[in-house]
């Protein structure tokens, strides 16, 4: 029986990388996505050009609960195990104290806390059976927050407390941990170069990481790491050292 994993926000960088790192190792892949159908399609494509039937893709806005519970609907109709599920879906944009109200407040904590934790226990039965891992894709600003990012950063920590949290809940049936970026890739909004300097100055290896970093660091935890639950692991260049 071929082993599947499920990935939210998989149709484009981190978490296609981690998506095409993971199809190399012989996974299945559900692709999740919400906008980027295009992406998510031609992602679906060259993975099933390269091993027929081994990927397919889904649309939710996992902030909506009702579209949440659909997918996890289809996604147990659609497979008999799931051995993995990696949470990487997540809103980030900045926003002053003084101006977050309860649609930033909802937007931000619906997308990155709310939906990891109601995915997982919606697809609990699935994942329970195969024994399988969860990661969560956190933040080294959910250690030490991020000025002018309070709420953001506030929904990773929160999901820090959740990944430990859970590792204990579900253990010892299912390992939950967490992998927490660096910098690894600037905002598609943009990334002032004057900013991108000062943040890399503050990195130990002096370079930004890249996607595959990330991927290498979920494919330990996936594949190499049976005793690892209960830990986030910091793939972010040193920078943590310097917060």
């Not at 990696?86 to 649609?103: G, L, M, R, T, W």
């Not at 004057?194 to 890399?200: D, H, N, P, S, V």
């Not at 660091?217 to 910091?234: F, H, I, K, S």
Request: charged share 20%; net charge negative; glycine share 6%.
């Amino acid at each position: 029986m071929s082993k599947t994993i499920l990935i939210t926000g998989a149709a484009k960088r981190i978490g296609a990388s981690c998506a095409r790192l993971m199809h190399a190792e012989g996974y299945n892949l559900i692709v999740h996505y919400q906008n980027s159908e295009t992406e998510a399609m031609a992602l679906v494509a060259e993975l099933n050009a390269i091993r027929t039937d081994s990927a397919w893709g889904l649309r939710a806005d996992l902030s909506d609960s009702a579209q949440l519970r659909d997918l996890s609907v289809r996604v147990m109709d659609r497979v008999e195990r799931l051995d993995g599920l990696i949470h990487n879906a997540s809103q980030f944009f900045p926003c002053e104290v003084a101006d977050v109200d309860e649609n930033v407040w909802n937007s931000l904590f619906n997308s990155n806390l709310k939906a990891p934790f109601f995915l997982t226990q919606a697809l609990l039965p699935l994942l329970k059976q195969s024994q399988a891992s969860v990661i969560n894709m956190v933040d080294i600003y959910g250690q030490r927050p991020l000025l002018g990012h309070a709420v953001y950063s506030m929904t990773k920590a929160a999901l820090i407390a959740m990944t430990h949290s859970l590792a204990k809940e579900l253990a010892p049936d299912i390992r939950v941990n967490a992998v927490a970026p660096g910098a690894i890739l600037w905002p598609e909004s943009g990334h002032e170069q004057t900013a991108q300097i000062e943040l890399l100055s503050k990195v130990a290896l002096q370079r930004c990481g890249e996607p595959e970093d990330i991927a290498k660091a979920v494919r330990y935890l996936m594949l190499e790491a049976p005793y690892v639950t209960g830990q986030v692991l910091n793939i972010d260049g040193g920078r943590s050292l310097f917060i």
